[in-house]
């Protein structure tokens, strides 16, 4: 049984930092583009980064234009686990954010934020930035 662990959410303020990790088991997903999503009760899910496998054992991050630069996802592909670094956080940041995984190699970087492509899920961690 593949599963998706997130940790490291919680309470905030605005202007801090926060750093959520996500561990994969049940299956490897060296080469398979592994990232993050989040969604605010209400919301439509958002896609937030991935980062995607393009050879030579390089995993390039993708990002959401309006979070570029603030977060940093990064990836330890021996440890079957991603992270995402949170910077500059404002109230605006406050969601669950999700840990995604998608079988497919193949996704292209236009692909990416379709959070339709993506087969595997956490359970999602809280994240919630005080004013």
């Known amino acids: 049984q593949v599963q998706l662990v997130e940790s490291g959410g919680g309470l905030v303020q605005a202007g801090g930092s926060l750093r959520l990790s996500c561990t994969a088991s049940g299956r490897t997903f060296t080469g398979y583009p592994m990232g993050w999503v989040r969604q605010v009760p209400g919301q439509e899910r958002e896609f937030v980064g991935v980062?995607?496998?393009?050879?030579?054992?390089?995993?390039?991050?993708y990002y959401a234009s309006s979070l570029k630069g603030r977060f940093t996802v990064s990836r330890d592909s021996d440890r079957n686990t991603v992270f995402l670094q949170m910077n500059s956080m404002s109230t605006e940041d406050t969601a669950v954010y999700y840990c995604?995984?998608?079988?497919?190699?193949?996704?292209?970087?236009?692909?990416?934020?379709?959070?339709?492509?993506?087969?595997?899920w956490g359970l999602g961690t809280r994240v919630t930035v005080s004013s």
């Open positions: 995604a995984a998608s079988s497919s190699r193949g996704l292209t970087a236009g692909a990416l934020p379709d959070t339709g492509n993506y087969d595997y």
């Open positions: 980062t995607r496998w393009v050879g030579g054992g390089a995993y390039p991050a």
